[in-house]
């Protein structure tokens, strides 16, 4: 608005002497004119001079600058009595596409003389407006009636609007502009009238009315576009694709941020470019599309190198951070917030600060730090009621809700809660209210009040499906889902959950593997739900699609996939940098673990940070590999399963839900489902058999362990009386292949039950396994008795957390036992590995006899202990390592200790050695679940290829062998040959020709 220049053009109107001639001479020779060039008092006092010189270009000029508007210069002139110098400067301004009908608005205010009463309106209501004060511009203002048919009127239309606006009132200032835009509109003020559109859209956002906003944006870009108004235009778009945002249209809103785009792009106008691609990333996340959300975030990145501009480098490193922490990149993830939060910091904005604190704070809940989470939300919180960002607050205050429902303070939580709702209602922020909502009807489902929390939980559902937004809808039905489930409603539960399995397969479309795992982890509960509903409801079919839809997909898409090509030679040597990288880090990692240094959470980042670093060469190397593109094969059906099963195989999946574990049992006749008790029970017996776990070595049993594993059996029982024992299973039933859910992949199935049992990631991967074709492999490759303590001139020591690994001398007999080829001592190294590997097309078996090293919390940093040749190398065949080694053999036997270990990844199983190796294209692997003893593995090994050379199947010959090993006095004990158990193929045969029916 202008500042005071309705009084200065009359006084200069009384006083238009020889002086003013003067005064305008020496301005132009000091070059100050343009200082006050945008003014339209003064505007209007230079028209004047001109017209008193007679110098129509003069008068052009003036007519042709931009700012001020000819409009506004006009009605100076014309409230100035100035009437005919205003008709000659409309004529000279209606060269202009938004001054066309300027000539004419003129030709009517001829009639229509200056009103003292409104010129003192509008002087009292610009001075208000100057000072912020609000109240007085709605006072002021408050009998101006409907009347604009002057520039001025509808000017104090628009400042009464802005006044509404100020006083937080935006619904009533969103329909204050729409009035003015009316008004200009009438007048044909065309320029006037998309601002005020623009405006009104603005003020409908914040309102919440979004079909308003998407009208009156829409009604701005019009006329910007029909003005050639680019850059205006421009700025247009970006707000119509918020409002269709907003009002669901989803790929309307990509469109327009598109077409802003291509406005900056055509403009040259590189920091507009920036922010229209950040904008079209956050559109393509809050829809859930995060391949487009990171490509988009990404390339304002990579635009951002050439500007120094730190606003837009913080917000495309926030976005990206949120991303990436969604897709379950962690690392990465902070890596991205903390610059963000650093750049914020140090330019001492309170609104980017506590933008960042919030985003970190949410991801440190998602890696289980809830009280850290809770810090930086709070902090968040301060700054955003300093600066008075309602959006922020509520939305904060939700997040701390969230934090004190984790932390089991639920009084606080709903309080939090609540307050949340009423500021986004408040707002008019509807996606915020969808959340706040479905947390609320969670919390209460959870706690009892399932009525009111099925209430919340659809109010929920109901506004997700206005936003349009897949990630929302997706979130809010898998919480409507566990309501129903909750209240044991399992027809609605399964109705809920087909719609949410629905969009999650439109939020997986175009996710890399990294990411579909993780999204597949996040909405886990989706297939748990699903298939807990179907069991209970005895529908078995859709029961199994649930079940096979959430299991091992990502390992079902790189068996189902193409042949891999070689990687580059230049994408391996990437890969062994990386790899060097992260087994220093490990290293130091260890070193101040093992002085329990309190600075170890700063090597604990620099892992993650190698990790991240590696996987993004691995990422590289896959789609190098023709592996980038793989989707995840149909799951396997009932039927399908049922066809495949041979006579006297049985299959089991055991399910989990939050209170139970099911199980569904598949024979080739028939289909059935059971409750096996609380899962309460269940963790207590896993728990009570493994002890509190982690890493460890194998060895000899510790005299100080004997009596505790001699009571092994009585730790057994109880797993067999919850998992097998009701499963009714008949003396027909010569083998089990058994789909486990979580930890129950840490069961020793052949201590439970007297037949061979196979564990599989889901019968989708087992079928795939057997359907890929091979011929029989030939010679067993053997690696064993590691040189641990280093040989000067061959070998280096290996240690673990700092702490030499101790010789196993029982190996050096199973590794000859066993092996056509042996590489033993220094030659059991990984270099020698690789050559040996590819000596031949294809081996019958790779048995490594070694330390296995467990890290559950990086489990793909748990290792086979080999020897080590160099410096640069840390002697330790990692989970990571095995993943990029293509590994042409029919089995793999990991004779070391809690090969079988590593952690439960939601949706996918357990992610470790024996995963790494299913991934590297071995269809069978022999793994443990505990420490084993290094003599009695010796021997059950040796017994093992006995059979199975011998052409019994790998779960066959691993039943015997345990048979024979416990049947000898001193190794009877489960501990000696319960841990061992077979993962992928058991059986060398096909599974069984489809029948036709």
């Known amino acids: 608005m202008r500042e005071g220049c309705r009084t200065r053009i009359a006084s200069r109107m009384r006083r238009r002497t020889i002086h003013a001639w003067c005064l305008l001479l020496l301005l132009l020779a000091l070059g100050m004119t343009a200082a006050r060039a945008d003014d339209p008092g003064e505007a209007a006092n230079q028209v004047l001079d001109a017209l008193d010189r007679d110098d129509a270009q003069a008068v052009a000029r003036i007519a042709r600058r931009d700012p001020p508007d000819p409009w506004i210069v006009a009605e100076e002139l014309c409230l100035a009595d100035e009437v005919d110098a205003a008709h000659i400067f409309a004529k000279a301004a209606a060269e202009r596409l938004d001054a066309k009908p300027l000539?004419?608005?003129?030709?009517?205010?001829?009639?229509?003389?200056?009103?003292?009463?409104?010129?003192?309106?509008?002087?009292?209501?610009?001075?208000?407006?100057?000072?912020?004060?609000?109240?007085?511009?709605?006072?002021?203002?408050?009998?101006?009636?409907?009347?604009?048919t002057t520039v001025t009127h509808v000017e104090l239309h628009a400042m009464r609007a802005e006044g509404l606006a100020k006083s937080e009132r935006p619904g009533d200032a969103a329909e204050g502009y729409a009035k003015a835009a009316r008004g200009a509109e009438k007048l044909g003020w065309r320029r006037q009238a998309a601002a005020l559109h623009l405006e009104a859209a603005r003020q409908g956002l914040v309102h919440g009315d979004a079909a308003f906003a998407v009208e009156h944006a829409e009604s701005a870009v019009a006329d910007y576009e029909a003005l050639s108004r680019a850059h205006d235009a421009g700025v247009s778009l970006g707000v119509l694709a918020d409002a269709l945002l907003r009002d669901g249209d989803g790929p309307g809103a990509l469109d327009a941020h598109r077409d802003a785009l291509d406005v900056w792009d055509g403009l040259g106008n590189a920091i507009a470019v920036v922010r229209s691609t950040t904008n079209l990333g956050v559109t393509f996340e809050t829809l859930g599309e995060y391949p487009g959300a990171l490509r988009e975030f990404e390339r304002a990145l990579v635009l951002l190198e050439k500007l120094d501009s730190p606003t837009d480098t913080a917000d495309a490193l926030n976005g990206l951070g949120r991303v990436h922490e969604l897709v379950g990149n962690?690392?990465?993830?902070?890596?991205?917030?903390?610059?963000?939060?650093?750049?914020?910091?140090?330019?001492?904005?309170?609104?980017?600060?506590?933008?960042?604190?919030?985003?970190?704070?949410?991801?440190?809940?998602?890696?289980?730090?809830?009280?850290?989470?809770?810090?930086?939300?709070?902090?968040?919180?301060?700054?955003?009621?300093?600066?008075?960002d309602r959006d922020g607050i509520a939305t904060t205050t939700g997040n701390i809700g969230a934090s004190y429902e984790d932390l089991g303070e639920i009084e606080k939580a709903l309080d939090h809660y609540e307050r949340a709702l009423e500021l986004h209602r408040k707002t008019g922020r509807r996606e915020g209210e969808a959340k706040t909502l479905e947390n609320i009807g969670l919390l209460l489902s959870e706690h009892g009040?399932?009525?009111?929390?099925?209430?919340?939980?659809?109010?929920?559902?109901?506004?997700?499906?206005?936003?349009?937004?897949?990630?929302?809808?997706?979130?809010?039905?898998e919480s409507l889902a566990k309501g129903h489930y909750a209240a044991r409603r399992y027809k609605d539960t399964l109705r809920v959950a087909e719609e949410a399995r629905s969009e999650l397969h439109a939020l997986l479309a175009g996710l890399g593997e990294n990411e579909t795992t993780a999204v597949r982890s996040e909405y886990s509960d989706v297939f748990a739900l699903g298939a807990g509903a179907a069991a209970r409801l005895k529908a078995y079919a859709s029961a199994i699609s649930f079940v096979e839809d959430g299991r091992a997909m990502s390992l079902a898409a790189v068996l189902a996939g193409p042949s891999r090509r070689e990687t580059p030679p230049a994408l391996r040597d990437a890969q062994a940098s990386a790899l060097a990288v992260v087994a220093k880090a490990r290293k130091q990692l260890e070193a101040a673990r093992e002085r329990d240094d309190k600075g170890a959470e700063k090597e604990q980042r620099a892992l993650e940070e190698a990790l991240d670093a590696l996987r993004q060469v691995r990422d590289r190397i896959r789609r190098a590999r023709g592996e980038g593109s793989r989707s995840a094969p149909p799951a396997a059906r009932l039927e399908t399963i049922q066809a495949a099963l041979r006579a006297g195989q049985t299959f089991v999946f055991y399910l989990q839900d939050a209170d139970e574990v099911l199980a569904l049992v598949i024979d080739r006749a028939s289909a059935r489902g059971l409750s096996l008790g609380k899962r309460d029970a269940l963790d207590e017996a896993i728990q009570a058999l493994h002890g509190p776990g982690g890493p460890g070595t194998r060895g000899p049993l510790r005299r100080e362990e004997a009596s505790t594993q001699a009571k092994a059996e009585d730790r057994i029982e109880p797993l067999r009386t919850l998992l097998v024992a009701p499963l009714g299973l008949g003396a027909d039933v010569k083998e089990l292949v058994v789909s486990?859910?979580?930890?129950?992949?840490?069961?020793?199935?052949?201590?439970?039950?007297?037949?061979?049992?196979?564990?599989?990631?889901?019968?989708?991967?087992?079928?795939?396994?057997?359907?890929?074709?091979?011929?029989?492999?030939?010679?067993?490759?053997?690696?064993?008795?590691?040189?641990?303590?280093?040989?000067?001139?061959?070998?280096?020591?290996?240690t673990m957390r700092g702490r030499p690994l101790?010789?196993?001398?029982?190996?050096?007999?199973?590794?000859?036992?066993?092996?056509?080829?042996?590489?033993?001592?220094?030659?059991?190294?990984?270099?020698?590995?690789?050559?040996?590997?590819?000596?031949?097309?294809?081996?019958?078996?790779?048995?490594?006899?070694?330390?296995?090293?467990?890290?559950?919390?990086h489990p793909r940093l748990s290792a086979l202990a080999l020897s080590r040749l160099r410096e640069e190398d840390d002697g330790l065949l990692s989970a990571l390592e095995v993943l990029g080694m293509p590994i042409h053999a029919d089995l793999a036997v990991l004779s070391?200790?809690?090969?079988?270990?590593g952690k439960v990844v939601h949706g996918e199983g357990i992610s470790g050695l024996t995963r790494a190796f299913l991934y590297a294209g071995v269809p069978s692997v022999v793994c443990s679940l505990w420490k084993v003893d290094d003599e009695a593995t010796r021997a059950l090994m040796v017994r093992f290829y006995e059979l199975w050379i011998g052409d019994k199947g790998v779960a066959a010959a691993l039943r015997e062998a345990q048979d024979h090993l416990r049947k000898q006095p001193r190794w009877r004990e489960p501990y000696y040959w319960a841990a061992w158990v077979v993962w992928g193929l058991g059986s060398d045969l096909p599974?069984?020709?489809?029948?036709?029916?």
């Not at 059991?828 to 078996?845: H, I, P, Q, T, V």
């Open 449 to 477: 009040d399932t009525k009111r929390g099925r209430k919340d939980l659809e109010g929920a559902v109901a506004i997700a499906r206005e936003l349009g937004s897949k990630e929302v809808l997706a979130n809010t039905l």
């Open 103 to 148: 000539p004419r608005y003129v030709k009517q205010r001829r009639t229509r003389w200056s009103n003292r009463k409104l010129l003192d309106t509008f002087d009292a209501v610009e001075e208000a407006l100057n000072a912020e004060d609000a109240k007085r511009v709605l006072a002021l203002t408050k009998s101006l009636g409907r009347s604009m």
């Open 330 to 388: 962690y690392a990465r993830a902070r890596g991205y917030l903390e610059r963000c939060l650093d750049i914020e910091t140090k330019r001492g904005t309170d609104s980017g600060k506590a933008s960042a604190l919030v985003n970190l704070g949410n991801l440190y809940s998602r890696m289980g730090d809830e009280k850290r989470c809770l810090a930086l939300q709070q902090e968040a919180l301060e700054l955003m009621r300093k600066i008075g």
């Open 896 to 901: 070391a200790c809690e090969t079988g270990r």
């Open 806 to 857: 101790s010789r196993l001398p029982a190996t050096s007999a199973e590794t000859k036992a066993v092996g056509d080829v042996r590489l033993l001592r220094a030659d059991a190294n990984e270099a020698g590995l690789r050559k040996a590997l590819a000596r031949r097309d294809r081996w019958r078996s790779v048995h490594f006899a070694c330390h296995g090293l467990l890290d559950p919390q």
């Open 740 to 798: 486990p859910a979580g930890t129950v992949g840490y069961v020793p199935f052949g201590a439970l039950i007297d037949v061979p049992v196979t564990l599989v990631p889901s019968a989708t991967t087992w079928l795939l396994l057997h359907a890929s074709k091979r011929a029989r492999g030939q010679g067993v490759l053997a690696i064993g008795d590691p040189d641990y303590a280093g040989t000067p001139g061959r070998t280096l020591p290996v």
């Open 991 to 997: 599974p069984a020709p489809v029948r036709k029916r």
